[in-house]
């Protein structure tokens, strides 16, 4: 019930194209879902995060959409760019006893080609 | 600003040896959590820590162990290493105790074990 289950696994886009990632929780503890973009050899960067509060958040390119009754959410990349090229996981939080943890997507490698 | 440092970057231990990880979080962040990613997959949340002190746990074996200096740096144990602790053991630092605050993470230390 922990789970956050993420798709596709791997995502292919030309240059200019709209890539879009779409992640599905079934536990309506999670109160946070951000969005993390990382490269080979680095950690993982913020990249967007909306609450549930809200449907739909953008900042320049990237856009979340969130649908709290069917348990979803998805980023939209507008105009991709080859330096998106990247592995892109979803995530949700939340507050267990004193802590909070971000539970993560397995993850979605785009590849935007030129 | 300096962001969030772990040490070493690359290690290598041999099944049942013990090993520390080390991490400084970004200066003025006191909440410090610790990650483990295995290849092809999203990060694993395993502790996190905040004044010192643990407040959360994910679901690993005691063999994994954490703590967390005045300055706020931490440190990852893990005894009795087996292969399956093969990943990149990921830090990550938050201004404080506030939920939902972002997540700012190191690049890793990759471990294998052999």
């Known amino acids: 019930q922990q789970q956050v289950k993420q798709s596709p696994q791997s995502l292919i886009v030309q240059k200019g194209g709209i890539s879009i990632i779409n992640c599905a929780y079934e536990n309506t503890a999670f109160d946070y879902f951000p969005w993390y973009q990382q490269f080979p050899g680095k950690g993982p960067a913020l990249l967007i995060a909306?609450?549930?509060?809200?449907s739909e958040k953008k900042e320049g390119r990237f856009t979340i959409s969130f649908n709290k009754s069917a348990k979803q959410f998805s980023l939209h990349i507008m105009d991709s760019q080859p330096g998106d090229s990247a592995t892109y996981f979803c995530a949700a939080s939340m507050r267990e006893g004193g802590s909070e943890k971000l539970v993560f997507g397995k993850g979605t490698k785009l590849t935007v080609n030129p | 600003d300096a962001g969030v440092t772990q040490s070493p970057t690359h290690l290598i231990k041999t099944r049942g040896q013990q090993v520390t990880l080390r991490c400084s979080p970004i200066?003025?962040?006191?909440?410090v959590s610790w990650y483990q990613q295995v290849l092809g997959q999203g990060p694993q949340f395993i502790f996190q820590?905040?004044?010192?002190?643990?407040?959360g746990r994910g679901n690993f074996p005691d063999r994994f162990s954490a703590r967390q200096f005045p300055n706020y740096s931490s440190e990852l144990n893990v005894n009795a290493l087996l292969l399956g602790d093969s990943a990149l053991y990921l830090c990550a630092s938050s201004p404080k105790r506030v939920y939902n605050s972002p997540l700012h993470f190191g690049n890793g230390t990759r471990l294998t074990v052999t």
């Open positions: 200066s003025g962040h006191k909440s």
């Open positions: 820590y905040y004044e010192k002190e643990e407040r």
């Open positions: 909306i609450r549930p509060d809200v």
